[in-house]
Each structure stands twice: as structure tokens, then as C-alpha cells.
């Protein structure tokens, strides 16, 4: 699927692209200005800023311009939450493959969106090609022409193929590939691990983690002013610019985990200092069993002294 931007802030952008990456990841995407007189890239979704078009409110001229730089691609609109004067177009019958969204948005608004454009893709049927029917020219016949010599035809016999014999005994049974799917440790099978240490155990980031896991809001927790953890845990992603072996010392050391201070985020909010931060979205899942094998199973397999 290939979506285009048209008429997002920088901001915006770097936030739905950093979304289209870790939640669409066989789509495509690109942003154009806004410019409702340019020719548009081809593209199978649109996400259009309307206010940016000039297209804040209604009239007979914004209707025509956006009905003509749609060209009937399914689309998600951005409009501002006090606008009411889009309504008009929202209620015809033909609105079926436009999304309206209201400004601001959250992650599972624009998901959904997303998700309705797409399935407004999916939906449009495809005109099959027809090829033109080509009649023959009938040319009269001369009376006293000679009947045309018909050459003989070749008697094609049938050929029996013992279905029997077409496999050869000797072929292998397909084989399946083996997968690299990484393992992974959900949120509550990490809050069980947890359930099990010894009280005296050092585990006070380990805890953090674990209370923070069970609410859906995303946070961060910062190490230093520019290193910092970030995890969505309802939208199952971790991003970080700390060196892993750095966590998991972190995690074996309640000294150093006085240090760390922990705030909650938005979604725009984790996806923007994400992106700033240069740090792409890894599976939450893969990181917490990571962490687990690093630090839990690396105590629970130690000798004993």
C-alpha cells in the first residue's frame, strides 16, 4: 500500500512515519507540500491537512478543488475539532472511501483511519480491460470465381497421460523453512518472572518496569539528559539510544536505579522525542525477554557459593 502526506507539519510527519513503520510495515509513504494545483504522486491512500490547502471550511470552490486532487483516491482528511462545516460532504452517500479525522488525534484514531481507508482500497472494484471486438470485412464473392482449395487438415489423436507415472517416486516431500521469528516475553509472563525473586534481590528498575507495564500510557524513563528509554505498552513498542548492557547494569543495581526518573508521555509525545532522539521502535516483546535472559536467568543459572 503506498500512503502520501500532503500538507503535514514536520512534526506531524516524523510522528506518522514513525507510526507507518512500526505499525504498517508493508506500506510505503511519502510527503508532498501543499499545492492543490500540482500533480500529485501516484498513490493508493491519501492523508491530506486540509487547513493547509486553505480547505479549513467548506465552500462550493474548497469542495471542488478537493474532489479534483482526490480524483476519488480513498482518503484520510485532517480537519480542526471545531469545524462543523464539512458536514455537508460527510453526509453524502459517495464519502464512503473519505476518512475524516479530527485534530488533534491519537495513534488508535489515526490507526482506524487508516485501516478504513485501506479496506475503502480493497473494496474498489477493478475494471477489467476489454479488448475490441475486431469483425471481419465481407467481400463479395465473383459469381463464376472456383471454389478455393481447402488444404487437408491434420487429424490431431488424443494422447493419454498415466497420471500414475507424472510423479516420480523418487521426489522429496517439501520442506519447511525453518522461521527466525525472535522469542518473546509478554507483559504479564515479565510481571510473573518478577513475582518469584527473593525480596532482597536488587530489582528496583525491574519494578518500575513492571508497574508501568500494566497501565496502557507510554513513558520514559531517562538515564542521563540525552539517554533514555522509551516503551508504548499498548502499542507493544520499545525505543532506546542507551546501550543495552548499560539496562541490563541498571537493572542488577538499585544504587544506579535511584538515579533514573520516569515521566509519563502521549503518543505524539513518545513518537516525536523518539524520532528526535534518533531511536527506531524494536518489539517490546523481544526487549523484555532479552532483558530477562540478561539479568533474571543470568542470576537464577549462577553457582551457587
Request: glycine share 2%; net charge neutral; hydrophobic share 50%.
Amino acid at each position: 500500500m503506498k500512503l502520501l502526506m500532503a500538507g503535514l507539519s514536520t512534526r506531524e510527519e516524523a510522528a506518522l512515519g514513525f507510526f507507518l513503520d512500526r505499525s504498517f510495515k508493508s506500506w510505503t509513504w511519502q510527503s508532498v507540500a501543499p499545492d492543490a494545483q500540482a500533480a500529485r504522486p501516484p498513490s493508493d491512500v491519501l492523508v491530506i491537512d486540509m487547513a493547509a490547502f486553505g480547505w479549513a471550511h467548506w465552500s462550493e470552490a474548497a469542495e471542488a478543488q478537493l474532489l479534483d486532487w482526490l480524483q476519488d483516491t480513498p482518503a484520510v482528511l485532517l480537519v480542526s475539532a471545531h469545524d462543523r462545516s464539512w458536514s455537508v460532504l460527510q453526509k453524502r452517500p459517495v464519502s464512503a472511501s473519505r476518512v475524516w479525522l479530527a485534530k488533534p488525534y491519537g495513534t488508535q484514531a489515526m490507526r482506524e483511519a487508516l485501516e478504513r481507508a485501506a479496506a475503502a482500497v480493497r473494496a474498489t472494484p477493478v475494471v477489467p480491460v476489454v479488448s475490441a471486438v475486431v469483425r471481419p470485412v465481407m467481400r463479395p464473392v465473383a459469381a463464376q470465381s472456383a471454389p478455393a482449395t481447402v488444404p487437408a487438415r491434420a487429424v490431431l489423436k488424443p494422447v493419454k497421460v498415466d497420471l500414475t507415472k507424472a510423479a516420480s517416486p523418487q521426489a522429496e516431500p517439501a520442506r519447511t523453512e525453518p522461521t527466525d521469528e525472535p522469542p518473546g516475553l509478554s507483559a504479564a509472563e515479565f510481571q510473573a518472572r518478577l513475582a518469584t525473586l527473593p525480596e532482597k534481590t536488587p530489582h528496583a528498575f525491574l519494578l518500575v518496569l513492571s508497574e508501568r507495564l500494566s497501565q496502557a500510557d507510554a513513558f520514559e524513563a531517562r538515564f542521563t539528559v540525552q539517554n533514555s528509554l522509551i516503551i508504548h505498552p499498548a502499542n507493544g513498542w520499545v525505543a532506546t539510544n542507551t546501550p543495552l548492557q548499560v539496562i541490563y547494569r541498571l537493572c542488577e543495581s538499585d544504587a544506579m536505579a535511584s538515579a533514573v526518573t520516569v515521566r509519563t508521555l502521549d503518543d505524539a509525545q513518545a513518537e516525536e522525542r523518539a524520532q528526535r532522539l534518533g531511536m527506531p521502535p524494536q518489539d517490546l516483546d523481544v526487549f523484555l525477554w532479552n532483558l530477562v535472559a540478561a539479568t533474571l536467568d543470568k542470576r537464577a543459572a549462577a553457582p551457587l557459593r
